[in-house]
C-alpha cells in the first residue's frame, strides 16, 4: 500500500517529516525538475490503512503537495464497497416485497418502483423519500408575494406545517427512520466509494458503521416478510385493531339507542322533585306513559331474540332426534 506525492520546491520536501520506520518504507524520487515522495507499507489492510490515512492528513494539512496516489483511501473504497453493494440489493428486495404485499390503487407513486436494477441509487431514492406534492406546496409557498417573511424560526415552523407523505412512508411507516431522514448523506457516502473519492480514515468509519447499521435493519425487515409468525403476530394486531373499533362502534349505537331512555328518567325525576309544590300530574304520566312504550318496545326486540335462540335450539334438537332415530333403526 503507498501514498504518492508530487512535489516542486524542495523546501516543501524538507519540511515533510521522515515517517521512515522498521514497517514504513520512505523514498524520494526525482523525475526531472519535479518531486515524488512514496510512502508505503507492506500489506493490504485496515490496520497500514489507517496507519498511512493518519500520515496522509498531516502532510496535506501542512504542505502544498499533488495526491498523485492514495492507497489508503484506495483500500477504504474496497472495503467498503461490498457494504454498499449489498445495501441496494437488499433496498431493491425490501421494497418489491412491500409493494407485492400493499394496496397499490392506495398508494401514490407506484408508477416509479419498476425495474429498480436500471436506476441508479439517487433515482431510487427521489421515488422513496421525496413527494412531489410537498415540493410543490414549498415552491408555491416560496414563491407567494404575499408571504410574510418575518423570521427563520417562522419559516421553519410553516414549511413544517405542510403535510409530507412520502412513498417510503406508506410502504414501509415508521421504519429505518435515520435512513428515510439522513437518505441524502447515505447517498453522499455512496458515491465517495463509488466515484473513488479520496476519504480519510474517519470518515471510513462513519460511513461503514452507517452501512452496517441500515443493512442490519433491511435484513430485519425482511425477515418479516418471510415469518410466519411475523405475519401472525401483524394478523392479530390488526384484528385487535378492528376489533377494537367494532366494539367502540357498538358503544356508540347502545349509548345512542339508551340516551332517549335515560332523557325520559331525568324528566320524570324531575317532575317527581316538583310534586311537593304541584298537584297538576299530567306531565309526569304523559312521561311515564312514554317511558312504558320505550321499555315495551326493547322487551319486544329482546323477545324476539330469545325467539331466533329457541329456534336455533329446537332446529339443533330436531337434528339430534333424527341421528338417535336412524341409529336405532341401525
Known sequence: ???????????????????????????????????????????????????????????????????????????????????????????RKLIYLAVVLSEPDQIKGMENIENLEEKDLGEIFEALFTDPDFIKSLKTFINSKSTPLSSKKWLINTIG??????????????????????????????????????????????????????????????KEFYDPKQQSNIQVKDFNVRLAEVMKQLANELSSAVRPLNSQFEDIAKSFSQLGSSLIL????????????????????????????EDNDTIERNDEAEDQETEEEN
Open 1 to 91: 500500500m503507498i501514498q504518492e506525492y508530487l512535489i516542486k520546491d524542495e523546501v516543501v520536501l524538507r519540511s515533510i517529516k521522515d515517517y521512515s520506520s522498521e514497517k514504513i518504507s520512505q523514498v524520494v524520487t526525482k523525475i526531472e525538475s519535479a518531486l515524488v515522495l512514496s510512502i508505503s507499507m507492506t500489506g493490504e489492510n485496515e490496520d497500514n490503512a489507517k496507519t498511512l490515512s493518519l500520515i496522509h492528513d498531516e502532510i496535506i494539512a501542512e504542505n502544498k503537495v499533488i495526491v498523485l496516489n492514495n492507497g489508503c483511501s484506495e483500500r477504504f473504497n474496497k472495503m467498503l464497497f461490498p457494504l454498499i453493494n449489498e445495501f441496494e440489493r437488499k433496498l
Open 282 to 309: 299530567s306531565d309526569f304520566k304523559d312521561q311515564l306513559s312514554q317511558l312504558s312504550d320505550s321499555l315495551r318496545h326493547l322487551a319486544q326486540i329482546s323477545e324476539q331474540t330469545d325467539l331466533g335462540s
Open 161 to 222: 406545517s405542510f403535510e409530507e407523505k412520502t412513498l417510503w412512508s406508506q410502504l414501509i411507516g415508521n421504519r429505518l427512520i435515520e435512513l428515510s431522514e439522513n437518505f441524502v448523506e447515505v447517498k453522499d457516502a455512496r458515491n465517495d466509494v463509488m466515484h473513488a473519492h479520496d476519504i480519510t480514515f474517519m470518515r471510513f468509519k462513519e460511513i461503514k458503521e452507517m452501512y452496517k447499521k441500515n443493512n442490519g435493519e433491511l435484513d430485519q425487515l425482511i
